[in-house]
């Protein structure tokens, strides 16, 4: 738990001074083809967006796909 805090203390203001944002889909299930899906965004916003369209690709295909939005 220490280490996710120290780690949430450098993270946030690289965020903020870089504005990239990591979007992550992480594979649920025991399909042995699931992948991690990550992308760079910039800014908050977009990773909302970039996190909401995975969340209806999943829905629509049953994984996200590939690449930012």
Known sequence: MGAALVATAVVWPWRASTGRW??????TGDDPDAVLHCVWV????????????????????????????
């Open 42 to 69: 910039t800014g908050r916003a977009a990773a909302n967006a970039q996190a909401q369209r995975w969340v209806e690709e999943t829905r629509l295909h049953g994984r996200p796909l590939v690449g930012p939005s």
């Open 22 to 27: 990591p979007v992550v889909a992480y594979p």
